[in-house]
């Protein structure tokens, strides 16, 4: 999973990289082959793929995917078959058709290992036309492509030499599928392979493995998984070293770059080209990345715990960290688990990945746009985590009373607030026998906290007069379901229990609906990338998903509520 291209996107360094992938052997078999579906979408509108395949159906199948999707960005599958000349080849389809190649397969050496026969072994042949992807690329005019994925069955290596001129003047990654063994007659091999990118300019990172067991043996290892057969192969170009001199050693180049090692789960060698753009171009705002970075870093709580100041990364770019107040990251000692500084946390959110002064400023701002009866009003505030929404009703003369279930957050609470009543309020263990009622109950961030939320709405219900404002983490689905999840217990911002939830909507709805003559969801949505607007397409990576819902005694003539549950909402 990224770590950085959330943030490169809500501080709009994303909107100057245009990526352009190139998959060469496109056949979609699962959702896992849809790049664009894959977190390449963080790119979109300026995202470009170029998809091949020898088979015309695939390819057909994949554009009219695309177009009923009405995908926000441009990919194409074009039947042609790439290798090393503009010529005619012979098409070697096996037994399952993603297994086909310029190559006929090594039957005899296939029979050995368990589970390859029925899917590589031969069906038949066919005659085609082969290009080569540099005459593809001078056809259609494309001067740039950044990263390039192939998975041709032995010809990975002819894809790259007939690609030789958009390599060498563009492309910063290649992911490619190589064997290490002849499953294919007189195929090239991994170190064939190996030693091409090599002379390119590229450096192997890693090899994602697959093994094969002896057909006609009953017995395996317990420490090995078999014989090594083939792989996917990770290359990077690196244009950081000291002695390099290539065209390709520009700080848009480099950004790219590190975007791309991001986005391939290579966090640390993204986090060092970042690194140095910003100390080598980071006068220049549109190369620095030190709010980026530590911002960024603040998802992992064990950095965060020993003070984000002393770590030397951000040592080193401290003199352009901007707005923010690094003193907050810095201790004087390393600090354990159980020490977390709840302002720390609250600041910088692990689950959300985001600065949260932001996300309470958009969910503030929806509240008060749905123009809501809530000036001069009896308000309990439940999990209010160290207070940063006890303001917004305390400057609509409401009678507050705030609280929480954590002792550390209580006393900041107290603190805060030494005017208010401030109260321990566990909503797992909630006191049923309370009697005492509000005008308002404002449940904002703390549901999806939950162990037990059907007892919290429960509960919350019994006290409430008026209005029930709840804000939670949902999970995408039209169904009734509570999907418990576990939370680090040792963390200020999350479930004091350990175990959280991430309830549908519906399930949401309904629970209210037990207490409630009036459920309603606003039709608008806070201007936050946490908050969906279309409930029909589930996020491609796993950023929290939030709803708000409104439960009220009366009927509320309000024209930014329904009393249903919207498949399409608006950004406020």
Known sequence: MPVFLNSLKKSGHLDRVYMTLCNIGCRKLTSEDDYGSQGWNIFAPRLTIYGFDADADACEAANADLEARQVNWTEKHIPLALAKSVGESTLYVTQHPMCSSLYPPNEPYLERFSGLPELVNLDFCIELETTTLDEFCQQEGIEEIDFLQID????????????????SRSVLAVQAEVEFSHLYSNQPLFADVDTHLRKQGFTLFDLEQ????RARTPIGSAVRNGQLLWGDAFYFRDLIQHDLDSPLKTPHKILKLACLADLLNFPDYALELLEYLTLEYGN????????????????????????LGSLPVVARIQDYISDRDIDLFQASQPLNQQSISPVAMFQFDRSSKLFVQRHNQRRLEHLASLGLN??????????AGIGDHTSFFIDRACEVVTTEARPENLEILIARYPNLEVKHLDLDKPDLTVNRQFDIIYCYGLLYHLQKPTQAIEFMAQC???????????????????????????????AISGQGCRPTRQWVYNQLKQYFNFVYMPITQPNHEEFPIDWNSPPPTETLTRSVFIASRQPLNNQLLIEDIPVQQQRH
Not at 295 to 306: A, G, M, R
Not at 374 to 383: P, Q, W
């Open 210 to 213: 697959a093994y094969r067991l």
């Open 464 to 494: 409430c007069k008026d209005m029930l404002l709840l804000e939670t983490c949902v999970s995408f689905g039209d169904g009734e379901s509570i999907n418990p999840c576990l939370e680090p217990a040792e963390s200020p911002s999350q």
């Open 152 to 167: 041709v069955q032995g010809a990975e290596l002819q894809v790259l030499e007939g690609g030789a001129e958009i390599l």
């Open 374 to 383: 809530i000036a001069g009003k009896t308000v309990l505030e439940v999990g």
């Open 284 to 307: 220049n705002p549109n190369y620095n990345f030190a709010n980026n970075i530590v911002e960024s870093l603040t998802q992992f709580p064990e950095l965060v715990s020993q003070g």
